[in-house]
C-alpha cells in the first residue's frame, strides 16, 4: 500500500467509525508506528485534513464530529483527485518539459499553481524541489521564442472560439498584413509554435507562425468559425514537415548503410514507406507538398543520402550541394 492509498485508507475509517485508535490504524495499514505518525502530521499540514486526538477515548477523530458518531459531512474530504507518488513525480517532470518547450514563458507561469500543489502532495522540501528540476533537461536549439501576450492573446481565443484579428509578418515577401482568423488548433513543432487557422481573406485553413505574429486582438464577435479536425489534417498534415497543403508528389531517398541505422529508426512521414536494401542501406519513400523543409533535411545528411524521385526535387538538392560547394572552392 503506498502513502496516497495509506490517506484514502486513513480517512475514510475515521470517517465511517467516527474514531479510530492509533492500534487500530496500525493493524489496518500495517506500517510502523513512526511511519503513522508521519501520515497523520503530513494530512493535518499538507492537506488541512481537521483530524484531531481525543484523549478522553483515545481515539483520531474529524474535529467538529460528536464521539462515535459517523460523519457525512463533505467539509473533511480529501480532495477528489489524488496521484500516486510515482505520478506526482511524473507531473513534475512533465511540468519541466513543457517549461522547456516554451522557455519558462506563459505555460509555465499558468501551471505553477499546479506544480507548488504537486510539490506539497509529494511532501517535497524545496531544495528537494530543485533537485528534481536540475534532472530533467530540455535543450531547444535554433528555438524561436513567442511573446507570451500574443501566446496569451491566441491560446485564449482558441478555447473560448473567438475570432483573431492579427498583424502578421510574411519572411518570404518581407510584408505585413492584417488577417482576420478563426483559430482552430496549435502545433509545436521543432521548437516553434504554429496555429492553424480559417484565414477569412482568403477564405480558407492557413497555418501562422507565431513568432511571426506582430499584433494580436481577440474579437467578441462574430464567433470563431469552426472547421471539422479531419478536415484540418486532410488540408494541412497531408505533406512533409510543417508546411502545408495536400501532398502531390512522392520523393524517393536512398540512403547509405551508416545512415541507415539512425533513419531506419525515424519517422520522417506518418505514410512513409521504409525498405532495406541488400548493401545495407535504407530507402525510403514519402509524400510531400512544399520540397523547402524537405530539401533541408536531405541536405543534412550531405553524401550520405541520394534523392532518387522526382527529378524536381533531385535538381533542388543538386543545385543547392553546388551553391554550398561553390561557397569553399579555392583557385
Known amino acids: ?51 484531531v486526538y481525543d484523549r478522553f477515548d483515545n481515539v ?92 496569451e492573446v491566441v491560446g485564449s481565443a482558441l478555447l473560448k472560439r473567438q475570432r483573431i484579428d492579427l498583424l502578421y509578418f510574411t519572411r518570404k515577401r518581407q510584408t505585413e498584413s492584417r488577417r482576420e482568423v478563426s483559430p482552430q488548433r496549435l502545433i509545436h513543432y521543432r521548437n516553434t509554435w504554429y496555429l492553424d487557422a480559417w484565414c477569412h481573406a482568403s477564405d480558407g485553413l492557413r497555418r501562422f507562425a507565431l513568432d511571426a505574429v506582430r499584433a494580436a486582438k481577440a474579437l467578441d464577435h462574430p464567433r470563431a468559425k469552426d472547421v471539422a479536425m479531419k478536415t484540418v489534417e486532410a488540408e494541412l498534415d497531408g505533406g512533409y514537415g510543417i508546411f502545408s497543403g495536400k501532398a502531390e508528389q512522392w520523393a524517393t531517398l536512398a540512403f547509405d548503410a551508416d545512415a541507415a541505422q539512425w533513419v531506419a529508426q525515424e519517422e520522417w512521414h506518418p505514410e512513409q514507406r521504409l525498405s532495406l536494401q541488400p548493401d545495407g542501406g535504407l530507402r525510403m519513400e514519402l509524400p510531400y507538398a512544399d520540397a523547402t523543409e524537405l530539401a533541408m533535411d536531405i541536405l543534412r545528411h550531405g553524401p550520405q543520402v541520394k534523392v532518387l524521385a522526382p527529378a524536381t526535387l533531385v535538381r533542388m538538392v543538386n543545385e543547392r550541394h553546388r551553391t554550398a560547394a561553390a561557397l569553399y572552392a579555392t583557385d
Open 60 to 151: 483520531y477523530r474529524f474535529e467538529g464530529v460528536a464521539p462515535g458518531a459517523v460523519s457525512k459531512s463533505a467539509s473533511h474530504e480529501l480532495p477528489g483527485v489524488w496521484f500516486s507518488e510515482a505520478e506526482i513525480h511524473a507531473l513534475l517532470t512533465m511540468h519541466q518539459l513543457i517549461k522547456g518547450l516554451d522557455g519558462g514563458g506563459v505555460l509555465g507561469r499558468h501551471l505553477q499553481p499546479l506544480l507548488d500543489k504537486l510539490h506539497g502532495m509529494l511532501g517535497a522540501s524545496e531544495g528537494e524541489s530543485r533537485e528534481l528540476m536540475r534532472r530533467v533537461k530540455i535543450a531547444a536549439p535554433a528555438r524561436r521564442p513567442v511573446p507570451p501576450r500574443w501566446f
Open 1 to 51: 500500500m503506498n502513502r496516497t492509498e495509506r490517506f484514502y485508507r486513513i480517512e475514510l475509517l475515521i470517517k465511517s467509525r467516527g474514531g479510530v485508535s492509533f492500534e487500530e490504524l496500525l493493524g489496518e495499514l500495517e506500517v510502523s508506528r513512526a511511519t503513522l505518525k508521519r501520515d497523520l502530521q503530513y494530512l493535518r499540514d499538507r492537506m488541512d485534513a481537521p483530524i
